[in-house]
Structure formats: C-alpha cells, structure tokens
C-alpha cells in the first residue's frame, strides 16, 4: 500500500508557472506507474499525465483543451516523489489536481489507479 500526498497548489495568475509535487509512503514507489488527474467543478476527473515506473516514458493528455508543451511530468525515485511542472496556465486548468498510483503502463483511466492522494487546488486567475 502507498499514501500519497499532494503540495505546491495556490493562486496564479494566467500565464504564470506552479509545480505540484506529490510524495509517496512506503518502500515500493519505484514499483508503481504515477499519474496526474484533475477535476474542475461540475466535471469529471480528467486525465492529466502519466509517467512510467523508470521515468523513461511519459504521456500526456491530448484533448481540446491540450496540456501537452505546457506542463512536464517528472519522478525522481530516490525522493518518493513526481512532480507536475506546469507553465503558461490558463483559467481553464483551474481545478483540484490529485496524483495517483497503479500498475499498468502508462495507464490513463483513472479506474485503473488504485492509489489517490487528497488533491490540491489550482486556481488560475484571468
């Protein structure tokens, strides 16, 4: 089991810059695929971006509202911890961003995840 915990969310203006990290407990983190969810209000939790167990691999979101050239999924292993660069934001990605662990490779639905931290809130003012 891994517990996962999300920081770096706030208030930024469109345009600006934040980088969320998440943290794991446990010993296995390098065991597990990680990825990025968010869910504005009213909508459904989207995904974000993925990253492998290695780091190797990456994947992003490539819907309309494309997260792809603007935000970097990292994981530095020796730390528990990935991150989520985010730059160039917009009003649009205002949401509450959750991190997630599982197994599969490069897994992009959120049902296949079996680990959730709480979430942290990301605000972009326009």
């Known amino acids: 089991q891994v517990q996962l915990v999300e920081s770096g969310g706030g208030l930024v203006q469109a345009g600006g810059s934040l980088r969320l990290s998440c943290a794991a407990s446990?010993?296995?983190?390098?065991?597990?695929?990680m990825g990025w969810f968010r869910q504005a209000p009213g909508k459904e939790r989207e995904f974000v971006a993925v990253i492998s167990r290695s780091g190797d691999n990456t994947y992003y979101a490539d819907s309309a509202d494309s997260v792809k050239g603007r935000f970097t999924i990292s994981r530095v292993n020796a730390k528990n911890t990935v991150y989520l660069q985010m730059n160039s934001l917009k009003p649009e990605d205002t949401a509450v961003y959750y991190c997630?662990?599982?197994?599969?490779?490069?897994?992009?639905?959120?049902?296949?995840?079996?680990?959730w931290g709480q979430g942290t809130q990301v605000t972009v003012s326009s």
């Open positions: 446990g010993r296995t983190f390098s065991s597990y695929t």
């Open positions: 997630a662990a599982g197994y599969g490779f490069l897994i992009r639905s959120k049902d296949e995840y079996d680990y």
